[in-house]
């Protein structure tokens, strides 16, 4: 067993707000050059970018798990994260028939389906950056079906925050756990949402710029930086667990 | 009604986006779900919403709407008060709840119902 700086919500140049230097090569780079030893691309309602990100991960050295940030019809924020490419766009399957609209790059930024090599593949046209019309609780659901952790994101927000949009934590909530935003700090946090359906609270970049990479992370200690293991330190389970 | 007069109706302060106050107000819409307000705000309509997040403004922009009112004493922050400022989107900004900003609006004549 050893420890895992993880930083498991780093958004792509596919996300429509995130800067167009952060395709999927150069988030790999930038991770490992910030000492990460996993991370999750996470990218508004799809997966596109994470294939891209996995190659590139495997051929740098750096594992790199298959996510989503999921926007759900109250407008909350939820990241997805699977061990395969496969089961996230399973899941991206279910959101995009959900999901109404054209982006309008103009308004709210490209969205650049990237390969590993930097090279454009396409530009997605769909309205990224809108809200999945499906209820909060059939999202989580659905990514927990096809073996995926899930994470309320940024709960200290004042916006697309669980909190903000619904006032509380769901009891029926099948979550794995809260996470807690850069901007709000380590001591506050403990204060303001510690013990929240007692959950535990985690802390990714939400990086969309590369210099936001890894600040902060987490750090898990595990056999192996999978989702199952994951799972297993959020519970405290045989060893493994959150520094 | 043009947004200058019913800004001046209102007693409500500008934070940004003041030259886009010629606009006409032809209706009015209250809501902070985004995805609520881009299905059905109308063109022309003054916004009411607690929601500061520079989304705002992308909405406004996409629906045509004529002005954001800020309920609550609700501040916008940097990005969306540059935002407002280059794109025209009038901001402004109420210490009233939602409910009392619409009741105005209403009075003034923005939005009745044709009986």
Redesign the interface.
Known sequence: MRSFRADLHIHSCLSPCADLEMSPRAVVEASLARGLDVIALCDHNSAENVGAAMRAGFREGLHVLAGIEMCS???VHLLAIFDREEQALRLQETLYRHLK?TN?PE??GDQIVVNEDDEVVFFNDRLL???V?LELGRLVEDARRLGGLVIASHIDR???SLLSQLGFVPKDLALDGLEISRYQDPEGARERFQGLQGLPLLTFSDAHFLKDIGNPCSTFFLEAPTVEEIRMALRGEQGRHLS | MKGAELQKLLGVEVAAGARGLEKEVTSGYCGDLLSDVMANAKEGAIWVTIQSHQNIVAVAVLKRLAAIVLANSRIPDEETRAKAEAEGIPILLSALGAYQIAGRLYELGIGRIEA
Do not use: S, T, V
């Open positions: 019809q109250e407008e609209g309008r308004l709210f950056i809108g809200a019309q004042p916006a697309f």
